[in-house]
Nanobody, 124 residues
């Protein structure tokens, strides 16, 4: 099992940057693929990006590709989401998630462990 806690959310102006962090506790963090999802009010939770167990593979939603970067540090049990050139439409609650598959995946049902989420608000 793994427990996940996100941090780093907040209010930022359009064009700004923000870095989210996901801290994991439990066993064998390095065995898990990690993903980031977001959910805006009244919308479905959507895939943002994911990273493989060893960090050598990543995948991103088209809407964030080139602006967001996922990284992980298995020694520190963390997975981060660096967000740049933020837009008002990026406003959402951001969740990190872990999958036992070890590879980056975009499907929500691949992920068995979720954090509680952190709010990101981008003002225009």
């Amino acid at each position: 099992q793994v427990q996940l806690v996100e941090s780093g959310g907040g209010l930022v102006q359009a064009g700004g940057s923000l870095r989210l962090s996901c801290a994991a506790s439990g066993r064998a963090f390095s065995n898990y693929g990690m993903g980031w999802f977001r959910q805006a009010p009244g919308k479905e939770r959507e895939f943002v990006g994911a990273i493989s167990w060893n960090g050598d593979r990543t995948d991103y939603a088209g809407s964030v590709k080139g602006r967001f970067t996922i990284s992980r540090d298995n020694a520190k049990n963390t997975a981060d989401l660096q967000m740049s050139n933020l837009r008002p439409e990026d406003t959402a609650v951001y969740f990190c998630a872990a999958t036992v598959w070890g590879l980056p995946g975009s499907r929500r049902n691949m992920y068995g462990y979720w954090g509680q989420g952190t709010q990101v608000t981008v003002s225009s």
